[in-house]
T-cell receptor
Framework: DTAVSQTPKYLVTQMGNDKSIKCEQN?????MYWYKQDSKKFLKIMFS???????INETVPNRFSPKSPDKAHLNLHINSLELGDSAVYFCASSQDLNWPYEQYFGPGTRLTVT | LAKTTQPISMDSYEGQEVNITCSHNNIATNDYITWYQQFPSQGPRFIIQ???TKVTNEVASLFIPADRKSSTLSLPRVSLSDTAVYYC???????????FGTGTRLQVFP
């Protein structure tokens, strides 16, 4: 059983397009996250949602908009894609925000903007 | 924010014990230390977590000295499948998020 799943696994698109990445977790967790991992392998948090409520919103262009229709899903929509958006995007979840907590990561979505 | 410093890379041979040390001089009283493992084309995977002294689970041990300014992840008898990037994280309760450092790339040779 896949705990945290993302679709698509690969996404190739042109500059200026709008795209979405979907994430689902079947762990019953309250908290979900989006991370971006660039070509240098730095993993940086973008957003976190707790019970569908936005908790963390790092300095991310407003072209990126997360949507949480329910606790099990956190989708990432990106408008007007730019070359610098090319990266691997990871979704993750944790039981809640009570420290310390363990995060479960999805397999990642490799976004390539041409 | 507590910053972590790890070696960029390490090499080992199968069957050896590998110790990866992480420095976190500014660790706060309530911070926990967590290690994640990441294989190519996969998301990070939780390995072990601790607050002080020693923690052991089925895959690794974590040694934390009394001053908690560093920690050492110990992998006993590594195999080729342990080749991965290992991230040391120090929890930041003020922002409720995990800050990933640059990680240590471990290469295990036959």
């Amino acid at each position: 059983d896949t705990a945290v799943s993302q679709t698509p696994k690969y996404l190739v698109t042109q500059m200026g397009n709008d795209k979405s990445i979907k994430c689902e977790q079947n762990l019953g967790h309250d908290t979900m996250y989006w991370y971006k991992q660039d070509s240098k392998k730095f993993l940086k948090i973008m957003f976190s949602y707790n019970n569908k409520e936005l908790i963390i919103n790092e300095t991310v262009p407003n072209r990126f908009s997360p949507k949480s229709p329910d606790k099990a899903h956190l989708n990432l929509h990106i408008n007007s894609l730019e070359l610098g958006d090319s990266a691997v995007y990871f979704c993750a979840s944790s039981q809640d925000l009570n420290w310390p907590y363990e995060q479960y990561f999805g397999p990642g979505t490799r976004l390539t903007v041409t | 924010l507590a910053k972590t410093t790890q070696p960029i890379s390490m090499d080992s041979y199968e069957g050896q014990e590998v110790n990866i040390t992480c420095s976190h001089n500014n660790i706060a009283t309530n911070d926990y230390i967590t290690w994640y493992q990441q294989f190519p084309s996969q998301g990070p995977r939780f390995i072990i977590q601790g607050y002080k002294t020693k923690v052991t689970n089925e895959v690794a041990s974590l040694f934390i000295p009394a001053d908690r300014k560093s920690s050492t992840l110990s992998l006993p008898r590594v195999s080729l499948s342990d080749t991965a990037v290992y991230y040391c994280l120090v929890g930041d309760m003020t922002t409720d998020k995990l800050i990933f450092g640059t990680g240590t790339r471990l290469q295990v040779f036959p």
